[in-house]
């Protein structure tokens, strides 16, 4: 059964925008989603809140999640210290197990 998690990261003065703009240009948002029972890795920007930023991380089953925590690449490994922080390590996490789309229900599968 696949697993979604959304992680919020918060930071100061543009950073967390930065920080996600920094995963996509070094060619390891790309790397992470090339990897096997990656489903869907996407940053997103909400509205009303420049400092913060969501990442939609899907897999495949916890196998493949477990994978990819153990990889050198995982995005954690990347953040600047003291610049930016998932917004869970203050109280907020979102995780998620997805059940397959069913026609009619208003629910689509991830476009990798």
Not at 16 to 40: D, Q, W, Y
Not at 53 to 62: K, T
Not at 99 to 111: D, E, I, Q, S
Request: proline share 8%; no cysteine.
């Amino acid at each position: 059964m696949a697993i979604t998690v959304h992680i919020f990261y918060t930071g100061q003065n543009g950073s967390a925008r930065r920080f996600a703009e920094e995963m996509v240009s070094s060619g390891t948002v790309a790397r992470i989603r090339a990897e096997a029972g990656n489903l869907r890795y996407e940053y997103f920007f909400p509205m009303d809140d420049p400092e913060t930023v969501l990442l939609i991380d899907s897999w495949a089953g916890q196998e493949a999640l477990d994978v990819h925590h153990a990889s050198p690449h995982d995005g954690a490994d990347r953040r600047p210290a003291g610049q930016v922080r998932p917004a869970h390590e203050g109280g907020a996490l979102s995780l998620g197990r997805r059940r397959p789309a069913r026609p009619g229900r208003g629910v689509h599968p991830p476009v990798n």
